[in-house]
């Protein structure tokens, strides 16, 4: 029998003690996606150490980011306020984490449209996430839709994203047609930036 | 809520007494003068006794701007609730609405209105008239139409009514030149086109209130039973611009698909005030499917880019 490759089990004791670590991660040649996965599930949430990034706007989700990995990965925290949803969007060719912080998101699979299609897109699979837990997507799994169906609590969510990416493509769930649309950051490093352009469309 | 809190604590502007099992907020909030945000989610309120009556009189009537009564058990909108005139922001997600009073109305200060997770079926016309509502949540509910007076709510920023039963909407949405956010998704839109002409003949009140409109007869709130005033208020102008006539509830309706840039294919409804009315695109109101597509594209033109930014499907 084969000996399994040996990665590291890590624990996260803050939110800098994570970046400290993905960082060194990060910084090698290869990096194991199951290994990323533990290391954001290994980190309790704390308020404390992410308020300062937390962020809710109004209107929809705001992605603020956190920390930008010397171009190897993007950290952002997401705010969803109650009823607050993406679209179905892709990620770019990229690896994607998500990691819930406080209150739950419902993720929804969905398969690629077919080329020529002009039907409803097919729905994979549904679930929860629950504080602690960390999804992992890249396209080659599907297409995804995240949303806080609670009325009542808002939601906070970590991601990361490697390679970083700034524009992804969003899709009509009735058609399967797709859009382009530009991602912006309602904030990064903790403060505010302002938004020039009306073009974003803000998924991821 | 305990006795005495108003002693206490006068000058108390934020109370949140969110997920503590109340059934009901007594007299003690009427003697708050300070308080601007009240928060009581997640509770057991939803009875008769869970507003304290004489709320319209209290100092709280027009000091509250903030009240989340999210998760808790209100089958009704409360009536007392309605006299919080200073109200900017109500949110009454996940109870048990089935409808929403007309005298929503009176809350002319509201800028957001959270309601979804609820049962509500239909959205009365009156919504429309709060002036400054910015943000409306309708999601998760069981609402089958928009009522094409929505489209007055000129400060509309973001519009949520994801996961309902609609399957059109009224082409009046496109004038919601404030939008930024329309959620849809979840609704059993129609898709294909759908031919239907249907036409209630007009009662008197309603042949009545077209003739004081279109004539132009001049009316004072003296005049009128205030229903009938209000009622008057409630009117649509034809969207046929040779007509220039108004409808109250009696309307052809027609489903046209709007193309957004090829990308999106809503359906609109579009409300006439006779089958005689033709659309303002098509020569005649029974068009060919090719025809009533091709318009359709006109139509859109303008607003298309816009709701193609706006629409997240």
Known sequence: MEQPVQTETWKAQSLEELVRILHQIFAEDKVSVEEVQALMESYESNPEEWLQYAKFDQYRYTRNLVDNGNGKFNLMILCWGEGHG????????SHCFMKILQGNLKETLFEWPEKKGNGEMTKKSERVLRENQCAYINDSIGLHRVENISHTEPAVSLHLYSPPFDTCNTFDQRTGHKHKVMMTFYSQFGERTVCVSRECGVPH | LPAGLSQWFPALEVLDVSGTGLTEMGTELLSLPCLHTLLAKNNRLGGSGSLPKGLGQAPLARSLRVLNLSGNRFSEVPPALLQLRGLRS????????????????????????????????????????????????????????????????HSLRSLSLHNNLLTYLPREILNLVHLEELSLRGNPLVVRFVR????????????????????????????????????????????????????????????KFVDFCGKYRLPLMHYLCSPECSSPYSSASQSSTSQSESDSEDEASVAAHRMQKVLLG
């Open chain 2, 196 to 255: 239907d002409l249907t036409y209630n003949p007009p009662s008197l009140q309603e042949l009545a209130g077209r003739t004081v409109k279109t004539r132009n007869v001049p009316y004072a709130p003296s005049d009128l039973p205030d229903s009938l005033v209000r009622y008057l208020s409630l009117a649509s102008n034809c969207p046929n611009p040779k007509c220039g006539g108004v409808y109250f509830d009696s309307c052809v309706r027609q489903i």
């Open chain 2, 90 to 153: 109500l949110s009454l997600g996940g109870n048990r609405l089935h409808g929403i009073p007309p005298d929503i109305q009176e809350l002319h200060s509201l800028e957001f209105l959270y309601l979804g997770g609820n049962f509500i079926t239909a959205i009365p016309p009156e919504l429309a008239k709060l002036p400054s509502l910015r943000y409306l949540v309708l999601c998760d509910n069981k609402i089958q139409s928009i009522p094409p007076q929505l489209a007055q709510l």
């Open chain 1, 86 to 93: 993406s679209s179905i969007h892709d990620h770019t060719d």
